[in-house]
């Protein structure tokens, strides 16, 4: 299978080369030459097929060509070595857990995956270390850190505002060593992603080292995100009403992935992304007029983007083409003070802890179900309720437990590198 670049300047790749490039050369986002749909018998008997199985088929024809059989089942069983419930919430509304991972957020899957994908081609050629070089605002770090901790022949260099991600994020990302090293700008989450794509352009660096991203643009981390959807399609035929996906959207990744999923033939027929105040694309769904401006900060961080680098996989899916992309997605966005209004609504009404993401999605979901009543909707919980204590502790009025997963990182020791300029990025990545 080639990637193409959907800026169409740079040379269809192979899968091995659009992951270890990150983004093509022409700096276009890489997509699949073509997506088959399974055979519909998958779906009709997928109740019987196990969890590994279904990534298994799900993925295979995206990578079959660069990674053999029985590396990449062994891959998908040690990415998803954790559950998926989907929890019924009220008749017609469940929600997908997608925090039971190593550091309760969605992130975990696409992370280790990308993680097990670049092992396996270092060790398959012995070529030059490959750095991973990545900007976070929390989330994606210690995804990213977790992840690729002790694989071979990968280094990890993660950039992230000092003082601006929460202590929880801070430790995941700072305590783990080995080839893992963490940057501590002195700067914005913004400052952070201008260093990295600063370096991404730097020729003096790319002559001396392979450099790659893992945030969702990375084909490897963006597609096995399609993996949860197929898994709650799984739970949730029995109901044999018309489902729908409400997801907490930031870059916009992972609904383009459960979208790969139904263009594999998965029978939903409509997405909902919900956004906080950061709404470009609501406002496009509206008026089809795209235009990007700087973030504004809320509570549901982890999505406060002002230009989603995955909407341009999500027009390409459906031809460009407004009508068409109408048909299949519906957008909305909400402010903080209503979703911790969505908080309390959860938790006086269902007894369910939502974190702010979560709770952005399952507003998106209970506005659209306004006007679809039959459906039977599932929203997205992408990360666990902890990782966001001060909030859910303050609109709640009700402390979760920390999972032991956190305890463990809480009593280990930062170690960061404080860092003010590119130049100083530069002269780190260069000596090391
Ligand atoms: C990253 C993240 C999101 C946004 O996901 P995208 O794929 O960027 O749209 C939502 N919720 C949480 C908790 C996240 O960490």
Redesign the pocket.
């Known amino acids: 299978m080639k990637f193409y670049s959907l800026n169409k300047q740079a040379t269809a790749v192979s899968f091995k080369e659009a992951v270890i490039n990150g983004i093509a050369p022409d700096r276009g986002l890489y997509f699949p030459e073509s997506i088959t749909p399974l055979p519909q018998s998958f779906f009709s008997t997928i109740e019987d097929i196990s969890y590994h199985e279904i990534a298994y088929r799900a993925i295979e024809q995206f990578v079959k060509e660069d990674i053999p059989e029985e590396t990449l089942r062994k891959i998908i069983a040690s990415v998803l070595d954790f559950e998926f419930p989907l929890v019924q919430l009220e008749e017609n509304v469940a929600v997908l857990e997608l925090f039971h991972g190593p550091t309760m ?3 975990d899957v696409g992370a280790r995956f990308m993680a097990g994908c670049l092992e396996y081609f270092s060790q398959e050629e012995k070529t030059q270390e490959v750095t991973v070089l990545v900007a976070t605002s ?3 770090g210690g995804a990213v850190a977790n992840g690729f901790l002790g694989v071979k022949g990968v280094k990890v260099v993660i950039l992230y505002p000092s003082g601006k991600v929460s202590e929880i994020q801070e430790r995941q990302l700072t305590t783990l060593g080995q080839n893992i090293t963490a940057l501590e700008i002195d700067g914005t989450f913004d400052d952070c992603q201008k260093m990295v794509k600063t370096a991404f352009l730097d020729q003096d660096l790319l002559a001396n080292m392979k450099l790659t991203s893992a945030n ?1 643009i990375n084909v490897a981390r963006w597609l096995p ?1 399609l993996f949860y959807f197929l898994f709650a399609y799984k739970e949730a035929k029995k109901q044999h009403k018309e489902l729908v996906f409400s ?10 992935a459960g979208m790969v999923a139904q263009t594999l033939g998965m029978p939903v027929p409509h997405f909902i ?1 919900a956004t906080n105040i950061n709404d470009v694309v609501p406002k496009f769904m509206k008026n089809a007029s795209y235009e990007p401006k700087p973030s504004h900060a809320t509570i ?1 961080n ?2 406060d ?1 002002g230009d ?1 680098s ?1 909407f341009i996989r999500i027009q390409h899916l459906y031809q460009n083409n407004f009508k068409t992309l109408s048909k299949n997605l519906s957008s909305f966005s909400f402010s903080d003070e209503e979703t911790r209004e969505g908080m309390r609504k959860l938790y006086k009404a269902c007894d369910y802890v939502a ?1 702010p ?1 979560g709770a952005v999605a399952y507003l998106g979901l209970k506005k659209y179900q306004k006007q679809h009543p039959n459906t039977y909707g599932i929203f997205l919980e ?2 666990h309720p902890v ?1 966001f204590l001060e909030v859910v502790e303050d609109t709640i009025k009700h402390s979760p437990e920390i999972p032991l997963q956190i305890q463990k990182v809480l009593d280990k020791e930062k170690k960061s590198i404080a860092i003010k300029t590119y130049n100083e990025l530069k002269v780190y990545l260069m000596a090391h």
């Open positions: 957020a969605f992130k929390g989330d994606t969702s995100q997801v907490p959207s930031g870059n916009f990744g992972n609904v383009c992304a549901s982890a999505m983007v989603p995955n974190d993401h992408t990360a990782k």
